[in-house]
């Protein structure tokens, strides 16, 4: 069964890369980091639970010419935007402590098989079975190396024409179709011809031919050709070919290098003997002249010696023949201990007895393999250390009857800072010497090419001599349209027109105005559109030659434009808060404040600036404020950043007003502040104590009126009274209480009323009645109709009484240390007025005929029981049971037919069941007809 996480040991295979690397899940999360992400990120932490977008904002360009726009992960694995299972996508690598770099990163798609993902996917539970490895390449040391590019180019091109003159050849560089792109000042001199534009974009054919047919640039053999003149005559030459290949690139450019042999060979001819003349011939290949081959072997030790790289000649059975004074410092042997011995010395074991075997099969087959390449492998130093290292390997010659000779670089990645700083002045200046001469227009090319900004070379005639590509994408000409014109040709009119006299008064009178400086110009292009630059100038010491780099600052003008808006438009959002607001130092030192700081701290702006924040801190505060600020850089806890917090400030006045305080940190540029804004709540806190006062009234008030009338009261405070067509009234009274209370204190007396009625209470909000009052010892409760409960008012009072006389069981199972209590119930149903008497401890109370009744059924009841009368049996229906009592003398009404309330045919469980949820809503307001008297 296939697991759904990527492969355990995939982490050893990433954790021996040299790039930073993570393992993404296809939610985003990070699997796994490896050593070089978690060094380039400053990763200390477990990461396995974070978000790839913790350390990486992705971006791409959201068309030509258009702003960059921050990728979602979803976006940028979508499946759409892999080409079959890679991707690149440009990002800001955010380190732990906020740092960003710009990067580029690659996306690859795998499955959990350590597949690639092109269209199939896997699934595991009906979802895509799938893990991303993310490579990250910081951009930052490419934008450093620009600027020792640039310096790089000064030397190497100051340098090059000085090398080549001292070597006694003349250098013609030509492109693929055989034109001529450059020439050395000695090329001039051999064939007559004045300057160098002369020559530039003629057909090789013009200046050098084959002793049969045309010039040969595929033939990299060192042969005699014939040198064609100005003036059309011929000379001897020798000529030698390399090619210079860019490294963006597969093509390059053919250097030649021509000697002139004429003379050589008129001395040859003039030698008296055969012997002479056949030994001559036969040993001219590598004996030229005694005087001539100690110049050019103290020449090539010169060059040799100064590359920065370990360089060896090897012949083909693997002796070195030579190396160079870096090989001795990188591996620690001699010369004398190198020359004579086979390479395979600074390989590893597992190499070097294979070593002659690769050798002796490009002998035989000719199959290249290292030949013309370069590949990063290990090699091992005299002392059995071994160290990565670039290797560079190519064939020197191979003539008939010649050994082939092959020559190595290697260039190691560990110890180069430190091979450089060992090498002396001497060998420093020597450095210069060969870089030109060992790699002239590949190198130049290169560099120019590598280069972010457009560069050109040019003569003392402002005629181009050498442009990069970036040259070519920013103002649209080719180089070959570039090479051989002026370089006026990318200035506006009005400078284009004087730029030739500037170049001869500097020629003239050696004042310098641009050289050497930069300074922010107008160019134009191609298409006759024109764009703002830095142009930047210098001339390289006794060349002829002056180096000239532009920047485009469209973009960058574009972009200042919009951050001077966004500050602006920043700035007046701050000014326009309501709020206090101060950006601070991590020192407490005020840096910035706006316009509300000042409404509401009375300091002018000018005296807040500089000033520590303490100063709007009450004095407890303020001592200890600073201390605050260094633990927290200290330690990095944080209790106040990032949150909220009510505290207290001071006034300029030094009166003290509450606030909200909120703090946060920002990173800028690496600067660390602290924005904090104020808000002034003094008005919300006195709205607040006000309500809260309120609600302790209004909770007052509805504990001793019906929520009802205390609505009514609190909206209308004139006299409340209501009309009530159908109420029925309670009493409830104790039997004997007098006789009973006489022998008890009085603490004892409110103690047992207080918890009889307490469980009176409870059933008054079970069964929504009003409690209307206490008198003594009597309990006064009524239903007062509504939409809602009018049907069924009189069937609720007679539950209740019902309930009543069971609380009252209850009550005297408790075992009461004053013997058990009865109360004697009388219930009435009629008409009556109610409202709200007095205008201290108000009370709502009733009045009536229906009321008198009920006061003389409890009255003239008995112990224990509920006595009604028959418009209460009426009203209440056939829920319950009653039983006729008889007839009764009732004082004010006359002879009235009461009945004794015996039980409920319904269950009541269910229905205090129902009550009880009932009393968790908030109590419902009744609806009554009134009118106001």
């Known amino acids: 069964m296939m697991s759904d996480m990527p492969p355990e040991y995939l982490k050893n295979v990433l954790d021996g890369s040299s790039e930073a690397s993570f393992i993404v899940l296809s939610d985003g999360v990070i699997f796994h980091a490896n050593e070089s992400s978690r060094r380039k990120f400053n990763i200390t932490n477990d990461e396995s639970k974070s978000l790839v977008s913790e350390y990486i904002s992705f971006h791409t360009l959201s068309g030509a010419g258009e702003e960059t726009r921050q990728l979602k992960w979803a976006d940028v694995v979508h499946p759409d935007s892999f080409t079959k299972h890679m991707r690149q996508v440009d990002g800001i690598g955010i380190k732990t402590n906020k740092e960003r770099f710009p990067a580029t990163i690659s996306v690859v798609r795998m499955n959990t098989e350590l597949n690639y993902l092109d269209e199939s996917v896997n699934e595991v539970n009906g979802n895509p079975v799938c893990f991303y490895c993310l490579y990250v390449q910081d951009l930052s040391p490419a934008r450093l190396q620009i600027a020792s590019m640039e310096e790089q180019l000064d030397r190497l091109s100051a340098t090059k024409d000085a090398i080549i003159r001292a070597s006694g050849q003349s250098m013609v560089v030509v492109d693929g179709d055989k034109r001529i792109l450059s020439v050395s000042g000695g090329i001039t001199e051999t064939l007559g011809y004045e300057v160098g534009n002369e020559i530039v974009g003629l057909h090789i054919d013009a200046l050098i031919r084959e002793k049969v047919g045309s010039f040969e640039l595929q033939n990299h053999n060192l042969r005699e050709a014939q040198g064609i003149r100005k003036d059309g005559s011929t000379i001897e030459v020798k000529v030698g070919l390399s090619v210079a290949t860019r490294s963006n690139s597969t093509k390059g450019d053919t250097i030649v290098m021509v000697n002139d042999t004429s003379q050589w060979n008129e001395r040859v001819r003039e030698k008296s003997t055969n012997d002479r003349i056949s030994r001559s011939l036969k040993e001219r290949s590598y004996i030229l002249d005694q005087a001539e081959i100690l110049a050019k072997q103290n020449l090539t030790s010169k060059i040799i010696d100064a590359s920065y790289d370990a360089l060896f000649v090897i012949n083909q059975r693997g002796i070195i023949h030579m190396v160079n004074a870096t090989s001795t410092i990188v591996f620690g042997w001699t010369r004398e201990e190198f020359l004579g011995n086979n390479i395979n010395m600074i390989m590893p074991p597992e190499h070097a007895k294979k070593h002659d075997g690769y050798l002796e099969r490009f002998m035989r087959t000719g199959e290249r393999r290292m030949m013309g390449t370069e590949r990063e492998v290990e090699a091992v130093r005299k002392d059995n250390t071994r160290f990565p290292c670039i290797l560079g390997l190519s ?539």
Request: glycine share 8%; hydrophobic share 40%; net charge neutral.
């Open 395 to 933: 064939e020197v010659s191979r003539n008939p009857g010649e050994d082939t000779i092959f020559c190595g670089f290697i260039r190691s990645l560990a110890q180069k800072k430190d091979m450089e700083r060992q090498l002396t002045d001497q060998t420093l200046s020597q450095v210069k010497t060969a870089r030109e001469l060992l790699n002239q227009k590949n190198t130049i090319l290169g560099i120019l090419d590598a280069s972010f900004h457009a560069l050109f070379v040019m003569n003392e005639e402002c005629v181009i001599q050498l442009v990069n590509q970036v040259a070519v994408n920013v103002f649209g000409w080719t180089k070959d349209e570039f090479v051989g014109s002026n370089i006026n040709i990318i200035m506006t009119k009005d400078v284009a027109a004087h730029h030739d006299q500037y170049v001869h008064d500097y020629l003239t009178t050696g004042v310098k105005k641009m050289i050497g400086t930069s300074r922010e110009v107008i160019a134009q292009r191609k298409d006759g559109s024109t764009f703002p630059c830095v142009l930047g100038l210098a001339e390289p010491q006794s060349t002829g030659l002056i180096c000239g780099f532009i920047r485009d600052l469209t973009s960058e003008k574009a972009a200042r434009a919009e951050i001077l808006e966004k500050q602006k438009l920043t700035e007046k959002i701050v000014e326009a808060s309501f709020d206090a607001l101060f950006v601070i130092s991590q020192r407490g030192i005020i840096q910035m404040v706006n316009g509300a700081s000042s409404r509401v701290f009375g300091w002018t702006h000018e005296e807040f600036m500089g000033k520590n924040i303490s100063m709007i801190m009450p004095e407890h505060h303020a001592s200890k404020h600073d201390s605050y600020l260094s633990h927290y850089i200290l330690t990095g806890f944080k209790k106040m950043i990032g949150k909220e917090r009510e505290v207290e400030a001071v006034r300029k006045d030094g009166t003290r007003f509450p606030c909200i305080l909120g703090l946060s940190e920002v990173v800028n540029d690496g600067l660390v502040q602290y924005v904090g804004y104020i808000k002034d709540i003094t008005v919300q806190k006195s709205l607040l104590f006000a309500e809260a006062e309120r609600q302790a009234s209004d909770s007052l008030l509805f504990n001793i009126l019906p929520e009802h009338i205390a609505y009514r009261l609190k909206q209308d405070p004139s006299h409340i009274a209501d009309h009530y067509d159908n109420t029925t009234i309670l009493f409830a009274d104790i039997v004997g209480f007098t006789d009973r209370t006489s022998s008890m204190s009085p603490h004892d007396v409110v103690t047992m009323l207080n918890d009889i009625f307490s469980r009176f209470d409870y059933l008054v909000g079970i069964y929504d009645l009003n409690k209307v009052k206490t008198i003594g010892d009597c309990y006064m409760v009524t239903s007062i109709p509504s939409d809602k409960l009018e049907h069924d008012g009189c069937a609720r009072v007679c539950r209740f009484a019902l309930d009543l006389l069971k609380a009252v069981r209850d009550f005297n199972n408790t075992a009461p240390q004053h013997g058990p209590i009865n109360f004697r119930i009388g219930v009435a149903t009629g008409s009556v007025v109610a409202g709200v008497v007095g205008t201290k401890r108000f009370l709502f109370d009733m009045w009536g005929d229906a009321v008198n009744v009920a006061a003389r059924m409890e009255q003239s009841g008995l112990p224990g029981q509920i006595q009604v009368t028959q418009e209460v049996v009426t009203s209440a229906g056939s829920d319950f049971t009653f039983e006729l009592r008889g007839t009764l003398t009732i004082k004010g009404k006359g002879p009235m037919e009461v009945f004794m309330l015996k039980s409920a045919k319904v269950d009541l469980a269910g229905r205090h069941s129902t009550r009880d949820k009932e009393m968790k809503s908030p109590p419902r307001s009744v609806r009554c007809k009134s009118s106001l008297v």
